[in-house]
């Protein structure tokens, strides 16, 4: 019986997830194509070599479809400008000099509305309509990877096509701009100047909203936003997951804490840590956990930072390090790492500035970084690896305050507290929830800025009973709002969610997990990594990619299980 | 009589320059305009802010030709993709990893592509037609700048409208990669890999210049290269230059090198100079010559240098040091801040990117270079200046090898030797003329790149009689060709004679301008520079300028008395 439901499964997913069109484009197929379910394949010895992007250049080969051809062109050309957008940008934080930024602002909102230009251009429609017909006629001469491109291509256009040129400009321009108000915003705790800013990028955000939920036909302006960073995810099941998990975690949260109470406390680190020695230990790890230096690097800022880059390009930005606590920039370089890491291993050889090559958004891209920082690098075996490596860079031998011990216990220490970015794992989703229920009232109308920092401060009271010293560790705290990104909060948790369950999953087929992470072994998990996330690019919708990575439909249960194991049994 | 001289002078000046018509306009202009003509104002203790830029944003100042304006909004965004294109290619040079080489070649080139298409739009011949017309109609709606605004806008759309977009993507591909190959070459001394890369850069600049002369109705192929570099000067102009230089320097080589020789030899430069302290000095040199940190930087590169950047962001590359030798890299800073500081004057804040806003090609932004590295950096005033703080910075309290005296000697050195970039001040120019007839042959097909090598030698045992070593030290040794930059060469020796010019004319309005330089106050020097070159952009044509800047037509003849005064009469 068992045998017989199984083998129903598979043959629905058969049909459903595109395999069997595929086998059937094999079959059927005119023309000579590599082997692209190669990347399917189970790891194994050689998995490294098997998983190689395929030789063929799929950006470029023949396709029978003109109008499909004439737009993997296009959209070559739109990747290009996107990608300079990227540099450019990246360089505006890193290395230009001061007084170019002006100009400079300028220059990044042209090439957005170049992009949008060339993404919107009247006859893209009439291209659009061509290639589906072709599909819909001759779907064997459209693999899975070209039928997925065509359908991101259309909704590339259509999420840009909602909105003008104009909105598209300034939009770029406040983003930068944003970074600077908030920077002075937070030095200044200046609330006047920042409602005023902030209560123009809500305007904003909300003109975009209302032109794309018209564009959609439908009328929910949140959902709108969010689209953007979690295609696929729906601000329902959003409010369902974090229902559960505000249930759940709130249960969790005195056990833990009265665990945590009858605990020795952890030394704290005070000590002096160099610089560039810390520099030099964030390189490393990422080196270890499989960021490839040749095609990026790590740096440090004065601003926040930025995840980006492109897979050839990938440099990351860290804020600068504390020479008083090293954890602070480890803990932002394995976060960007994470991101790195997802980024480098995107299909770049075959579909380099393709849709399909690209990632499938915040959620996921949040879910590669918490995975690392989080998840990976809070395990008990993470800071065994560590601990003997910082006693030797940073001068100490057996120095208590470096064992491996106490860096878990500092890294897994429970305590509410106002501030998002160092809040401890198992509070981090109340701040998520605390400013996913504030964005959606301020998108939908029902707050007003000018009303944002008492509903601050009574909802952070409600949720977290603890109130905020002053605005910089309240309502000022995060940059999101300051850079126009409303919808993009939910990414951290839904991205926490699936990061859990891809630990379990992959924790199912990698011998000994906790060995290969103490040994610092980080090659079979970002193998796993590789093959069930980031080598899809974009080339399954949301619910797919998650079933297919770990089995199961995205959702709170992995996560609770995580930090049930981690924060009240103390077993992880 | 000759006050009657005088006045008659003036007279024609003042209607062939445009004074006339500038008059005539403001007396009957029906807008608003703030004085360009300021920035003529003789300098006075206020020159500094007297010759600020006008508050007025010209780019964005109404015009009544509605199609002018629509050019100059189209022209702002050319010039935002050549600013891109530019920080790409810095980026390139300084910061991105070496992994993302190939994709940034295809971004560059693709950049390039687009500003070609923007320039040689279909309507914009319709739009230069029409803002033509306007003009002959209504001269009093137009003032000086935006006639030679329009000038240039036109020349552009020439220059690139001659050659299509494949080939223009094509260039700029070979460039970046031409650098590559270069330093390859020269690291591998592999002639056959060189040949026929060089080749293929001959035959594309063979195209280009047919492309381009077929359109202008001539037949002069090197002309047409040049012109991109050199516009304004004609091929025959810059052989009777040589010609003449050729006959005086050649006199000239003898007896100076005959004086030199009865002197005590310069003490060699060969202790340890710490690269930071190198880099410090070099710094500091350019803020004293006015180089503006807020918007540029000064880095080391693995790469030759390039000159570029743009006024808003300037950011100059050199060389690693060498820790040998700090006059190395100061004669290279020397040299790349003489650019820089051009760049950064231009009239970005009332024209940033418009065609007028640019500098004058080539050869006055080689002048500019080469006033300050070899006319200033080269005199015994600024080795005074020099002398005592490269005691103090390099740890060698009355070293004799740091002495004015001994560190003059070794920059005023001659001695003909196989290299352009390390030769002295009076042989430079053989050098020059050498590549400029090589080149000039190989353009017009006289000379087969295979037949370079023996070529090469044989001239320069005609011209300087010596024979270089290797292919490295004789006809590897230049990144020009490589990049694809045919006709470039004879801006070094026009800008050397324009910058002997310049100082010529500005040592008669600077009070003791050696007493100047020996105190380190370059700012009398700089304000002449901006006032009289820097701030023109491109308004004037090349002849005007020179005659305006200098009170003379270029020629040798302010060159050949200043080397005569130097190594000869040993005076300078």
Redesign the interface.
């Known amino acids: 019986m068992d045998a017989l439901k199984r083998f129903w499964a598979w043959l629905l997913s058969y049909f459903r997830d595109g395999a069997f069109k595929h086998h059937m484009a094999v079959l059927f197929h005119r023309r000579k194509r590599a082997k692209i379910t190669a990347i399917n394949h189970p790891p194994g010895p050689a998995a490294s070599s098997a998983i190689e992007a395929p030789a063929v250049i799929r950006q470029y080969e023949e396709h029978p479809s003109e109008a499909y051809m004439e737009l993997k062109y296009r959209f070559r ?1 739109i990747g ?2 996107e ?2 957008a990227e ?2 940008g990246r ?1 505006f934080l ?7 930024w ?3 602002l ?2 990044i909102a ?2 957005h509305r ?1 992009v949008h230009e060339k993404l919107t251009g009247q006859d893209m429609v009439r291209l659009f309509d061509r290639a589906r017909g072709h599909l819909a006629q001759n779907p064997g001469d459209w693999d899975e990877w070209d039928s997925a491109n065509l359908r991101e291509m259309i909704a590339n256009h259509e999420c840009d096509g909602a909105i003008t040129g104009d909105i598209v400009e300034r939009r770029a321009r406040l983003e930068y701009e944003g970074r600077r108000r908030h920077r002075d915003a937070l030095a200044q705790s200046d609330w006047p100047g920042a409602r005023e800013f902030l209560s123009g990028q809500v305007d904003l955000a909300r003109q975009i909203a209302e032109a794309r939920a018209k564009a959609a036909g439908r009328n929910t302006l949140y959902q709108a936003l969010m689209d953007e960073y979690l295609p696929g995810v729906s601000t329902m099941q959003v409010e369902d997951w974090f229902g559960e998990l505000h249930k759940k975690l709130h249960k969790m949260l005195p056990p833990a804490m009265e665990r945590q109470s009858r605990e020795e406390p952890p030394r704290e680190i005070g000590d002096f840590y160099p610089a560039k020695a810390q520099m030099w230990l964030n390189k490393a790890l990422l080196q270890a956990i499989g960021f ?6 790590l740096y440090e800022t004065g601003h926040n930072p930025v995840e980006g880059g ?1 897979p ?4 990351l930005v860290i804020k600068n390090v504390d020479i008083r606590n090293f954890m602070t920039s480890m803990k932002s370089a394995l976060h960007e790492g994470g991101h790195g890491v997802y980024t480098q291993n995107l299909p770049r050889k075959t579909w ?1 500035y393709q849709p399909v090559g690209q990632d499938m958004g915040s959620a996921v891209h949040e879910s590669q970084a918490l995975l690392v920082e989080m998840i990976i690098g809070r395990t008990r075996a993470f800071f065994d690896f560590l601990s003997p490596r910082a006693e030797g860079l940073f001068h100490g031998l057996q120095n208590p305050v470096l064992s491996a011990e106490n860096l878990h216990k500092i890294k897994t220490r429970v305590k509410p507290s106002p501030d998002r970015k160092t809040a401890d794992e198992l509070t981090y989703f109340f701040h998520v929830e605390h400013r996913f229920k504030l964005e959606k009232e301020l998108i939908e109308g029902r707050l007003k800025v000018a009303d944002l920092p008492d509903a601050w401060n009574a909802q952070m009271q409600d949720i977290l009973g603890i109130q905020p010293k002053n605005m910089a560790e309240g309502c000022l705290q995060d940059v999101h709002w300051f850079v126009g990104k409303f919808g993009y909060f939910p990414a951290y948790t839904v991205g926490h969610m699936l990061a859990a369950q891809q630990f379990e999953a992959m924790a199912k087929v990698i011998p000994d997990i906790n060995g290969a992470i103490a040994a610092g072994r980080f090659a079979p998990i970002t193998d796993w990594l590789r093959r069930n996330v980031h080598s899809k690019g974009c080339l399954l919708d949301f619910d797919t990619l998650v079933k297919q990575a770990t089995g199961a439909a995205a959702g709170p249960d992995a996560l609770v299980r995580h930090l049930d194991r981690r924060y009240v049994k103390a077993a992880a």
Chains 1, 2 share one sequence.
């Open positions: 050309d290009r400008l990608a300079i540099t450019m360089d890193t290395a230009m000099p001061e007084g170019a002006r100009s400079r300028g220059q042209y090439l170049l490839d230096f040749e095609r990026g690097g492109t050839d390009d990938t440099r380099r």
